[in-house]
């Protein structure tokens, strides 16, 4: 387990490296200069010569790549003040500290992928056993109907009508917010209650099919099949057999769907006008602001990098006969 955690660390920083350098040099390829927007609209040149050295932006793009990347795990001194480890710069926008902004969006989008993740789980994979079940009744007909339904939505196109019948015209709910777990907890689940149903709605309608087809082929395998022969419930056999072994293909594509789920929070985000880290990456890019679009794409990637470590690991904690090596 050690070594498969070793290893797979080591690619992790080996592609959060290759993201950095790309984002960074593919930034210079922009015509603009991005001292620009921190000179503001009365800029003049001796003004943006001074931005320019205080910003690193003087110095070789080999050199100013360097920096930034060392600064990750020293820190580095600006103009503006000490920036600690880990340092990724300050924004060129108003001069924050880059890594003070991602650590306070960070709790809204956290809290609003963690919570669509266990809605579409939950529901998920929840409907599409009980539809491999029933398979063939109308319950199983009901559930697989209303799940091609529902997959062909989006969150842009469902969020309005959510919020139009929910809140605007019924008041049955408030306006979506974020409000910290630690300051009322009935507060930080009302707020997201609307967020996560929608960003998970289309989640749930993969998982349901997903779920059912699994189960349905693990129903069909030969261990099942002498369970069976041997005089055990069909209940047991299901939970104690089949469901399990259905698991494995359900992680598989979850590794894979954290990378649209972070996709997902950024239109959910501005959909419900939340400040996440979705919203932030958008206005790195609309500002040009590299230090800002830098700091959000690394602790995204390393953020989903390890979740999908996590979710291998499960593999052999679910199914004895996958071995991590």
Known sequence: MLQFFIRRSLGAFVILLLISAFTFFMFFAIPQDPALLACGKNCTPDALKIIHENLGLDKPITVQYWQFMSGIFTGRDFAVGHCDAPCFGVSFRNNEMIWDTIIDRFPTTISLTVGALVVFLTVGIGAGMIAAWKKGTLIDKSFSSVSLVLSSM????????????????????DSPKYVPITDSLTGWFMGLLIPWVVMATIFTANYTRMSRSTMIEQLQEEHVRTARAKGMSSRYVFFRYAWRGSLIPIVTILGIDLGALFGGAIVTEFTFQLAGIGRLAVE?????????????????????????????ALYAFIDPRVRLA
Do not use: C, E, H, R
């Open 154 to 173: 989006q969150i842009y196109f469902l969020g309005p009508i959510v919020l139009g019948l929910l809140v605007y015209s019924t008041g049955w709910l």
């Open 284 to 312: 790195s890019v609309l500002f040009k602001d590299l230090p800002l679009t830098m700091g959000v794409m690394l602790f995204s990637a390393a953020f989903i990098l390890l979740f999908n470590i996590l979710v291998d």
